[in-house]
């Protein structure tokens, strides 16, 4: 039922690592509002649940779980917030990644935040009640914990920025608001028994990955059931006391942290070690087919008397579909071969790896899922042709999972979820275009198939009543007069039902343990397989050779194994009889549809930053900057002053403000604004020289986002320029009206320092003109391009090709040097209305680990890289003078994942590029590559 | 000029800190005693009979802990959460003396022949301090050492003041600073100590009743029966309550108590007079239940979050809520009688002294509020 959860949850330690650059000016990659939604708001006792109309339903269901959560979550805290804690509720992960209250990209593996400024706790609804209902609880713990933390903080009057560390934060979460479940307790044992739980000590090396919420949970367990639950609840108030966290924990508990570490590492390890004595790892049992990255979903295709596994796979970064050859007999691992490459063009703009989002019809053709545009699509795709041959989009249906086919390969059964938030079954079929749908209600109805016999399906289902409630059992969907039935009702999860070649059913199921393979045999179930940790997914070669998709040592892998498992673990189907029992979460009372209110506007600051800068030169100076927006983040206004006077008597005359408003709300993102900026600017034309100018004047700018790769931008203003060039004595005046568009590319991928494979381009075409005294007139034309060729995993050739230039009267200049174009050349060392730039380099990786380790501390950097490079350019007006450029190596450390620091030694090239430099440069600097 | 500017600084500075002398007290150790409240049962034997007013607000460091205050006298002692310890003559309200510890202040201090005892929690260490402070002369006599924190109340105990720290140990102080003996209690405390006939009563950390005798320094398990979630005490009673139900023993028959059902879900305060005993939830729904017959007087649902102790007057019961209210419900019959509403966190239990109420609440301010009469 959560496999989703976890799956997707460990994506996000993957992608840290290949995250993909978020939206920032020049290049980046667009978040696009394709729906308009028509939000709506209710007023509990403690919360506003923000929704919009379509998810009414799931809205109520998630405001019940709000308010029970707040009922527990008092007593626990011993505390409350005096505050209403703000809801914001999406029907669907894709719906969710829209979101404007958080201005980056949300990646599949994040399931709900809380945001410290505003207060707001953003969910989306994945599908399953009780996951909706864990995520509501896990977040509002946040929204205690940082409450409760600062009146304890505050009570003491100490600073109140100080908080736990990450690992108690989110651990806490999980810790109060979730059960047992399946995945964590498969993470857990794979954790010990792959030696890759990390100690006490070592937990800030995790920071931000599922380990490590998983591991902030075991050890809060651990001080539960060690030292007493009450001692969770003294960490927090006892915050003040210290410093470091260490010691808060030491005086709670009344223990050294050593010690505490290590009676932890031993209760775990008591725990999972006997495991060995009955249950086998993946790699001792099976062959391991595949090597790197991660893979999922296997689908057997037998094709002129070869036998391949088809199958979703990240090996790069990119999340795309392979086929490998299976060969039994030998030792010697295949090589996998790509077939549609992922995640680079809006066709394939992400595949849902972990969602079982593949099936391989017996005539060679693939359904896969992938996200395309505002909803998922199915693309049916022919291996023998290697071709798309279709693809299915349906305008209510928002996510797809499991497509599954029909024996003669003409229909396609698949669950999806429409606008409501149900999770439903539906069927497809290709001759005739029709879509049907199976179940309509709230249940998550995951994983169906079509029965080997007819035309009923199997399916999985949450719907189980009764002793077993909300329990993901096996149900057949019964054609012939339209009723659903259960095929089991036992205390466990069942999922991916596949039939073998002989008409048997089999399934995955965490009876007992983590999930394993078990066949359906009528009245009993029998296990199959007794693996150490869980099989997420099978296909049959033949009646006892499988292909499994498994997790071990924190990896997702292809195996091929048989499903011999003696055991006696057989049980009954059906554990207990509910034939006609129902259950259905309990909704929020809403007195009347008056207390469903309009959503409107609501501002609110954001942030506010002042300064003042006294110099012994510049004298004082100072300015400040705030943003409001509303709740939803749809609308923002930005607000700046600044004053740039040198003396006194300048003041007056050296504001510079700006007021602008961004509208975020709709597909097309627009912003618009006045500006009045005056005071003394560097001429870059004629070098020590200054001049005064006051502009002052409007701005409209449209982006236009295509797909998440590429955007329209367009930029018109009207500006009166006032330029004083010497003194008073000569003046230029003139009204500005300058339009530009531009087309921007981007599909790159990103490692630690940069971008490591991809493209990414701009082309913009622009005009600005005086309208009104003729004293400037000038077209302007920018292709920048930049090529970044993955020549394994790690490295990659970066090359960069750029053309800048301004023509006309008074055109303005560009300029270069310095460590992002011209490296070991001082800023405006070229200056010129043309410019051109080309850089190429090699990147690497260098250490992945160093660590300093002082008596009282250690310090850690991790993945620090090595470049090598050569810059080229040149700048003129109108006649070219020469061409620059440097070549040289460097070292790029990313700090703490928010800065980047780079430093390079190399050698100018000289003389219009016939001579080196005599000595060498040195450069520092930050920023990220090119 | 610059004489009189060093004089004007010298008077500033001299104004900032203000010594805890009270030359005009008169002490008597057994009235001191009286006032003291050792059985957690927030019972004033007063009757309010009026509305309160506002009358004044009184600005100090940090925020208050639930029961910080110690009236003697005409004059309020409390610290706070900040480290700092304050003395205020309740006469005019205003502040007279005070002193900035290095930690926090948890609970109310002690005086005794013309000592205060001021127990600290200290910032950045293992241990508490407890200063013996010399109120006539202003100067910190002897300090002594407590291991872990003093989170809950200290204790007169004929010439000893016993002290239980948050690791379950208790020590006998006598008054000259001595440590006259330390016991290891069976489990650390998770309630209130109560003493009640020279035992000290508490739920243990796995919610069993825990006790230890002063008399025989013997630490015992009373009662097994891991749910536990409050105590207190009226008289010979010892007051025994789960999540929704209670037992009223006494110290010969603690063994087997009788629970009888409170139809409340999580019981987080009760408090007792001769007839009759008064719960509350977190959610501020409150009850009276007839003593004798076991039957609900009356109930009363009231808004918001409630964790703060009940207080009982001879007329009124006071509910607090964490919305900055606190009701006057008629104990008679339930009814909503008055209530006091401030904008802030309401952070401790009114007190009453002297027919005004006392409260702290956040930003660091103590709310005093008197009969309207008074006026």
């Known amino acids: 039922m959560k496999k989703g959860i976890l799956?997707?949850?460990?994506?996000?330690?993957?992608?840290?690592?290949?995250?993909?650059?978020?939206?920032?000016?020049?290049?980046?990659?667009?978040?696009?509002?394709?729906?308009?939604?028509?939000?709506?708001?209710?007023?509990?006792?403690?919360?506003?649940?923000?929704?919009?109309?379509?998810?009414?339903?799931?809205?109520?269901?998630?405001?019940?779980?709000?308010?029970?959560?707040?009922?527990?979550?008092?007593?626990?805290?011993?505390?409350?917030?005096?505050?209403?804690?703000?809801?914001?509720?999406?029907?669907?992960?894709?719906?969710?990644?829209?979101?404007?209250?958080?201005?980056?990209?949300?990646?599949?593996?994040?399931?709900?935040?809380?945001?410290?400024?505003?207060?707001?706790?953003?969910?989306?609804?994945?599908?399953?009640?009780?996951?909706?209902?864990?995520?509501?609880?896990?977040?509002?713990?946040?929204?205690?914990?940082?409450?409760?933390?600062?009146?304890?903080?505050?009570?003491?009057?100490?600073?109140?920025?100080?908080?736990?560390?990450?690992?108690?934060?989110?651990?806490?979460?999980?810790?109060?608001?979730?059960?047992?479940?399946t995945q964590s307790e498969m993470v857990k044992r794979d954790a010990v028994l792959n030696g890759y739980f990390v100690s006490y000590n070592d937990l800030d090396r995790i920071a931000g990955t599922y380990l490590m919420y998983k591991e902030g949970e075991v050890f809060l367990q651990f001080i539960a059931k060690e030292y007493g639950e009450d001692k969770i609840l003294k960490l927090m108030e006892n915050l003040w006391k210290f410093p470091k966290f260490d010691q808060i924990i030491e005086f709670t508990l009344d223990e050294d942290i050593g010690i505490v570490a290590k009676k932890w590492e031993f209760e775990l390890k008591k725990k999972y070690y006997p495991l060995y004595e009955t249950k086998v790892p993946h790699l001792i049992?099976?062959?391991?087919?595949?090597?790197?990255?991660?893979?999922?979903?296997?689908?057997?295709?037998?094709?002129?008397?070869?036998?391949?596994?088809?199958?979703?796979?990240?090996?790069?970064?990119?999340?795309?579909?392979?086929?490998?050859?299976?060969?039994?007999?030998?030792?010697?691992?295949?090589?996998?071969?790509?077939?549609?490459?992922?995640?680079?063009?809006?066709?394939?703009?992400?595949?849902?790896?972990?969602?079982?989002?593949?099936?391989?019809?017996?005539?060679?053709?693939?359904?896969?899922?992938?996200k395309s545009g505002k909803n998922d699509v199915i693309h049916i795709y022919s291996l023998i042709d290697d071709e798309i041959i279709t693809k299915l989009e349906f305008d209510k249906l928002i996510t797809i999972k499991s497509p599954s086919f029909s024996e003669d390969g003409n229909k396609i059964t698949f669950s999806a979820v429409d606008e409501k938030g149900y999770p439903d079954i539906y069927v497809y079929e290709l001759s005739t275009n029709r879509l049907e749908r199976i179940t309509n209600d709230i249940y998550e109805d995951i994983d169906p198939i079509f029965k080997i016999d007819g035309n009923s399906l199997i399916f999985c289902s949450d719907r189980t009543a009764g002793k077993f409630k909300g329990k993901m059992n096996l149900f057949e969907f019964d054609a012939l007069d339209n009723t659903i039935n259960y095929l089991t009702n036992i205390?466990?999860?069942?999922?991916?039902?596949?039939?073998?070649?002989?008409?048997?059913?089999?399934?995955?199921?965490?009876?007992?343990?983590?999930?394993?393979?078990?066949?359906?045999?009528?009245?009993?179930?029998?296990?199959?397989?007794?693996?150490?940790?869980?099989?997420?997914?099978?296909?049959?070669?033949?009646?006892?050779?499988?292909?499994?998709?498994?997790?071990?040592?924190f990896t997702f892998h292809l195996y091929e194994t048989e499903i011999n498992y003696k055991s006696d673990e057989e049980i009954n189907s059906i554990q207990y009889s509910s034939t006609n029992e129902r259950w259905y979460p309990a909704k929020i009372k809403l007195e009347s549809q008056n207390e469903r209110i309009n959503y409107k506007?609501?501002?609110?600051?954001?942030?506010?930053?002042?300064?003042?800068?006294?110099?012994?030169?510049?004298?004082?100076?100072?300015?400040?900057?705030?943003?409001?927006?509303?709740?939803?983040?749809?609308?923002?206004?930005?607000?700046?002053?600044?004053?740039?006077?040198?003396?006194?008597?300048?003041?007056?005359?050296?504001?510079?403000?700006?007021?602008?408003?961004?509208?975020?709300?709709?597909?097309?993102?627009?912003?618009?604004?006045?500006?009045?900026?005056?005071?003394?600017?560097y001429d870059i034309r004629e070098s020590d020289s200054y001049y005064y100018e006051k502009v002052y004047g409007g701005f409209f700018d449209l982006i236009f986002p295509i797909s998440v790769f590429s955007r329209v931008e367009m930029s018109n203003s009207i500006a009166n320029s006032d330029k004083d060039l010497i003194g008073d004595i000569i003046t230029r005046k003139s009204l500005l009206i300058s339009n530009a568009i531009s087309y921007v590319h981007d599909n790159t991928l990103w490692g630690p320092t940069g971008p490591m494979d991809g493209n990414r381009y701009r082309v913009l075409l622009g005009y600005?003109?005086?309208?009104?005294?003729?004293?400037?007139?000038?077209?302007?034309?920018?292709?920048?391009?930049?090529?970044?060729?993955?020549?394994?995993?790690?490295?990659?050739?970066?090359?960069?090709?750029?053309?800048?230039?301004?023509?006309?009267?008074?055109?303005?200049?560009?300029?270069?040097?310095?460590s992002w174009d011209l490296r070991g050349w001082p800023r405006f060392k070229i200056r010129g209305e043309k410019l051109w730039l080309s850089s190429m380099e090699y990147r690497f990786p260098l250490i992945d680990q160093f660590v300093i380790k002082f008596p009282f501390i250690g310090i850690g950097f991790f993945n620090i890289r090595g470049a090598l490079f050569m810059d080229a350019g040149g700048a003129w007006d109108n006649e070219y003078k020469e061409t620059i450029g440097s070549i040289g190596a460097g070292i790029r450390l990313n700090f703490l994942n928010s800065i980047v620091f780079r430093y390079d030694i190399g050698k100018k090239i000289e003389n219009n590029f016939n001579s080196l430099q005599p000595g060498l440069f040195y450069q520092f600097f930050f920023g990220v590559d090119f | 000029m610059k004489r009189i500017s060093s004089i004007l600084l010298l008077l500033f500075l001299v104004g900032c800190s203000k010594p805890l002398i009270l030359k005009r007290i008169t002490f008597n150790d057994t009235q001191a005693d009286k006032t003291r409240n050792y059985i957690n049962n927030y019972y004033f034997d007063i009757a309010l009979k009026d509305s309160?007013?506002?009358?004044?607000?009184?600005?100090?460091?940090?925020?208050?802990?639930?029961?910080?205050?110690?009236?003697?006298?005409?004059?309020?002692?409390f610290g706070d959460l900040a480290g700092k310890f304050y003395i205020v003559d309740i006469e005019s309200n205003t502040l007279i003396g005070d002193n900035q510890f290095n930690g926090s202040i948890n609970v109310p201090p002690i005086l005794s022949n013309y000592r205060l005892f001021i127990p600290l929690n200290n910032y950045d260490e293992n241990y508490a301090t407890l200063y013996f402070y010399d109120i006539l002369n202003n100067k910190v006599l002897i300090e002594t050492k407590i291991d872990g924190n003093i989170d809950f109340s200290i204790m007169k105990y004929k010439e000893n003041i016993i002290v239980i720290n948050n690791r379950g140990l208790v020590y006998r102080i006598n008054l000259a600073g001595g440590l006259?003996?330390?016991?290891?209690?069976?489990?650390?405390?998770?309630?209130?100590?109560?003493?009640?006939?020279?035992?000290?009563?508490y739920i243990g950390f796995d919610r069993n009743l825990y006790s230890f005798s002063l008399i025989e320094n013997k630490a015992k398990i009373e009662l097994e029966i891991n749910d536990l979630q409050k105590i207190f005490s009226f008289n010979k009673e010892l007051i025994l309550v789960k999540n929704n139900s209670y037992a009223i023993v006494k110290d010969d028959n603690i063994s087997d108590p009788e629970f009888m059902p409170v139809p409340l879900n999580n019981i987080?305060?009760?408090?007792?007079?001769?007839?009759?005993?008064?719960?509350?939830?977190?959610?501020?729904?409150?009850?009276?239940?007839?003593?004798?017959?076991?039957?609900?007087?009356?109930?009363?649902?009231?808004?918001?979050?409630?964790?703060?102790?009940?207080?009982?007057?001879?007329?009124?019961l006071l509910v607090t809520n964490s919305i900055g209210e606190i009701y006057f419900i008629n104990k008679e019959d339930g009814k909503e009688y008055t209530r006091i509403k401030v904008e802030e966190r309401i952070k401790t239990a009114p007190q009453i002294y002297d027919n005004k109420i006392y409260f702290g609440v956040a930003k660091g301010l103590i709310k005093v509020y008197e009969k309207a009469n008074n006026k």
């Open chain 1, 601 to 681: 506007n609501d501002y609110s600051l954001d942030y506010a930053v002042s300064q003042i800068i006294t110099d012994p030169i510049y004298g004082t100076r100072g300015g400040a900057l705030f943003t409001l927006s509303d709740l939803l983040g749809n609308d923002k206004y930005l607000f700046y002053l600044y004053n740039t006077a040198e003396v006194q008597s300048d003041i007056l005359k050296s504001f510079n403000l700006s007021l602008s408003k961004i509208n975020l709300k709709g597909r097309t993102n627009y912003a618009f604004g006045v500006f009045n900026y005056s005071g003394r600017r």
């Open chain 2, 268 to 316: 987080q305060s009760g408090v007792s007079d001769t007839n009759r005993l008064y719960f509350v939830d977190y959610s501020g729904n409150a009850i009276c239940i007839d003593k004798v017959k076991g039957t609900v007087q009356w109930e009363t649902k009231l808004s918001g979050f409630t964790n703060l102790p009940l207080v009982l007057t001879d007329d009124y």
């Open chain 1, 491 to 553: 205390d466990a999860n069942i999922s991916t039902p596949h039939y073998s070649p002989s008409g048997e059913l089999y399934f995955t199921s965490d009876y007992n343990d983590i999930y394993n393979i078990w066949k359906y045999d009528g009245d009993k179930l029998q296990k199959k397989t007794n693996f150490v940790t869980s099989v997420y997914d099978f296909g049959f070669i033949d009646s006892t050779k499988i292909i499994t998709a498994a997790f071990e040592s």
């Open chain 1, 7 to 181: 799956l997707k949850t460990t994506i996000i330690f993957f992608t840290i690592v290949f995250s993909i650059n978020a939206q920032f000016y020049f290049f980046g990659r667009n978040k696009i509002q394709y729906n308009d939604f028509n939000w709506k708001v209710i007023k509990t006792e403690h919360f506003d649940i923000y929704h919009y109309e379509e998810f009414s339903e799931l809205a109520e269901i998630g405001a019940k779980f709000a308010e029970d959560s707040y009922e527990d979550l008092k007593i626990k805290f011993n505390h409350v917030p005096v505050i209403r804690i703000p809801l914001i509720f999406y029907n669907t992960h894709l719906h969710f990644q829209q979101t404007n209250t958080t201005p980056g990209f949300i990646p599949e593996g994040v399931g709900g935040f809380f945001e410290f400024m505003k207060g707001r706790v953003v969910i989306p609804f994945l599908g399953s009640i009780p996951g909706f209902k864990n995520v509501i609880k896990h977040e509002l713990v946040h929204v205690f914990m940082t409450n409760k933390i600062y009146n304890v903080l505050s009570d003491h009057r100490v600073a109140t920025n100080k908080f736990p560390p990450l690992w108690f934060i989110e651990g806490l979460a999980e810790y109060w608001s979730s059960d047992w479940d």
């Open chain 2, 52 to 77: 309160f007013v506002f009358k004044k607000e009184i600005s100090i460091k940090g925020n208050l802990d639930i029961n910080p205050f110690f009236f003697y006298d005409s004059y309020l002692f």
């Open chain 1, 768 to 818: 600005t003109s005086d309208v009104r005294y003729s004293n400037v007139n000038f077209y302007s034309f920018i292709a920048d391009y930049r090529h970044y060729l993955r020549l394994d995993t790690r490295t990659s050739l970066a090359l960069r090709g750029s053309v800048y230039i301004n023509h006309g009267k008074e055109a303005r200049r560009y300029f270069a040097g310095g």
């Open chain 2, 180 to 201: 006259e003996s330390k016991h290891k209690l069976i489990s650390e405390l998770r309630s209130e100590p109560i003493l009640l006939n020279d035992i000290i009563y």
């Open chain 1, 285 to 370: 049992k099976s062959k391991k087919l595949t090597q790197n990255g991660f893979t999922f979903s296997p689908n057997i295709f037998f094709y002129e008397n070869e036998t391949y596994v088809i199958y979703i796979g990240n090996y790069n970064g990119y999340t795309s579909l392979y086929k490998i050859k299976i060969n039994s007999d030998s030792k010697e691992l295949e090589e996998p071969e790509l077939l549609i490459k992922g995640e680079i063009d809006s066709r394939f703009e992400s595949f849902h790896a972990m969602d079982n989002s593949l099936d391989v019809s017996k005539g060679g053709l693939a359904a896969f899922v992938t």
